[in-house]
């Protein structure tokens, strides 16, 4: 059921059929602006002069649909001749109808086209008001309840770097991450005053040492028989003076 501008004709009777056609196709259209999403041209056809242009709507889903029936003009008169005698070089010849654009209005604005003809194809722009705002909608559902706040990583930035930090939701928990900048290398510090070290500081070091490798020769036991050849004798007694003066 689609709306027909043409009807009812002139001087007719008032059909009633007709008629509740005509009002339910205007609501149809009128239903369908908030949802159309583009406009399509079925069909252009060529009316005999004197003919009255038509154009019948209708809307399929969410498009609109023209269809137009346009009248030629009157045949002109016979053209002059070219230069040379002959007849004119025959016109480009008609191609398509396109559509460049649908324009949406606002609401209340009345709807408007626009026709050109760039001699191959006859074009079309078309201002098709929206519907006026809906209510508002009533309460969404409650969301999904919150669990915890995790921090997903730290990340170190470069000095100078501004601060940052990506929040996620994974339907649970709230997820961070955070890149923080270092701060710039400090200046080098001076050299500190020389250290002194005390005799008594000194000496304590030295005794400890002492002390420390004092047993390195106690293990080793003394020769305490006598040799009997003279030359023995001798050795054992200066391997004992060693040991000895070795010990602590």
């Known amino acids: 059921m689609s709306f027909d501008p043409n009807l009812p004709q002139e001087n ?50 969410n498009t609109l ?87 997903d990583g730290v990340n170190t930035l470069d000095p100078g770097q501004p601060a940052s930090v990506t929040v996620s939701f994974d339907g649970t928990n709230v997820h961070f991450t955070f890149g923080i900048p270092r701060g710039a290398d400090g200046a080098n510090g001076s050299d500190g005053a020389p250290g002194e070290v005390s005799n008594q500081q000194l000496n304590d070091a030295v005794a400890n040492a002492i002390v420390s490798t004092s047993a390195n020769t106690n293990a080793v036991a003394t020769l305490d028989t006598p040799m009997a050849d003279p030359d023995s004798e001798t050795l054992r007694q200066a391997f004992n003076t060693l040991v000895l003066a070795a010990r602590r």
Do not use: C, W, Y
């Open 12 to 61: 007719t009777l008032i059909d009633a059929a007709q008629m509740r056609s005509q009002l339910h196709g205007l609501k149809a259209l009128i239903d369908a602006i908030l949802t159309l999403t583009a406009a399509q041209v079925d069909g252009v056809s060529t009316l005999d002069p004197g003919n009255p242009a038509s154009v019948s709507v209708s809307v399929i889903g």
């Open 65 to 151: 649909h023209f269809t137009f029936a346009i009248p030629r003009g009157n045949d002109g008169s016979q053209g002059l001749p070219g230069n040379n005698g002959n007849d004119g070089a025959q016109g480009p010849p008609f191609a398509q109808a396109l559509i460049d654009a649908v324009n949406t209005l606002n609401p209340g604005e009345p709807a408007t086209v626009s026709v050109t003809f760039d001699g191959s194809n006859v074009r079309f722009t078309f201002g098709i008001p929206r519907g006026n705002d809906g209510n508002d909608g009533g309460p969404g559902s409650q969301g999904p309840p919150f669990a915890n706040a995790l921090v």
